[in-house]
């Protein structure tokens, strides 16, 4: 699933080319998503122009002159940014088309991603409103993990990827940044440190915005709206790399499952 990472690298790379222009009109080819998509959007985003881009979270905003987009990606969806007349392959179930001449294509093998229209404050949105602090965001500090995990007997791990928490973290980057912070992904959340979470709250913050640098992660299809791949996958020091040395201390890394996702640590240096 695309984390907060590659959702953000996609929403960068499409507000270039589609940042102010106005919609010609939405070519719908699959409605059957995560939830289905309206028939009547194609008549309500006609003749709208895109005024503002955001992401909250693993969602994209699209905000037009009516109303906002919301986008999410699912498991397996991409956002591509195409020549209108480019051929459409397998899976690709939606097209925005602009005046300019320009296409944005939403390609979801299995459809597990959405698209939902709002006419109100998107942030207040079910979807969008019980989501826990931007990690990127100026409130989000060790200071407001501790405070949030106070009496946790849960998982550290499975801590930091609520996303009722946290807005965006998945299981890569929550990998990596316990890693980074040294801290064991089975302690308990009420069982660490201000300063510890000081630390957490840092590493957290430092390896998504390493891996939005180097475009997200290639892991299955993950590809950013120019078709590429992310290369964060090369520099990847605890996920996936069961049986392989710890880069600190050539410990084999460990894997071990945590609320039925796959964990990896060294149990050299994040101990309990």
């Known amino acids: 699933m695309p984390e907060l990472p590659e959702v953000e690298t996609i929403k960068r790379g499409i507000e270039p080319h589609i940042l102010g222009q106005t919609i010609d009109r939405l070519e719908i080819r699959e409605h059957r998503l995560r939830w289905p998509v309206p028939r009547e959007l194609p008549a309500l985003l006609r003749a709208r122009r895109i005024v503002a881009l955001a992401r909250r979270g693993k969602y994209i905003l699209l905000g037009t002159d009516g109303g906002t987009l919301l986008l999410h990606l699912g498991m397996s969806g991409s956002l591509r940014v195409t020549p209108k007349d480019q051929a459409?392959?397998?899976?690709?179930?939606?097209?925005?088309?602009?005046?300019?001449?320009?296409?944005?294509?939403?390609?979801?093998?299995?459809?597990?991603?959405?698209?939902?229209?709002?006419?109100?404050?998107?942030?207040?949105?079910?979807?969008?409103?019980?989501?826990?602090?931007?990690?990127?965001?100026?409130?989000?500090?060790?200071?407001?993990?501790?405070?949030?995990?106070?009496?946790?007997?849960?998982?550290?791990?499975?801590?930091?990827?609520?996303?009722?928490?946290?807005?965006?973290?998945?299981?890569?980057?929550?990998?990596?940044?316990?890693?980074?912070?040294?801290?064991?992904?089975?302690?308990?959340?009420?069982?660490?440190?201000?300063?510890?979470?000081?630390?957490?709250?840092?590493?957290?913050?430092?390896?998504l915005i390493r891996a939005i640098e180097l475009g997200g992660t290639t892991l299955r299809d993950f590809v950013n709206e120019s078709g590429s791949p992310g290369y964060f996958q090369q520099t990847l020091q605890a996920y996936g790399r069961e049986g392989l040395p710890c880069q600190r201390c050539s410990t084999l890394i460990t894997r071990v499952r945590l609320g039925q996702r796959s964990t990896f640590y060294c149990s050299r240096c994040q101990q309990r």
């Open 88 to 207: 459409i392959s397998k899976h690709d179930h939606i097209d925005v088309l602009f005046t300019n001449g320009c296409c944005l294509r939403y390609h979801d093998p299995r459809r597990f991603g959405a698209l939902v229209w709002t006419q109100d404050n998107p942030l207040q949105h079910p979807l969008l409103a019980s989501l826990g602090r931007e990690p990127l965001d100026g409130g989000f500090s060790g200071a407001y993990l501790y405070a949030a995990a106070c009496g946790l007997k849960t998982s550290v791990k499975n801590f930091i990827m609520d996303s009722h928490i946290i807005a965006g973290v998945g299981n890569i980057y929550a990998n990596e940044a316990l890693y980074r912070a040294a801290i064991d992904p089975r302690r308990s959340a009420g069982q660490i440190s201000r300063k510890r979470y000081r630390r957490l709250a840092e590493s957290i913050r430092w390896v």
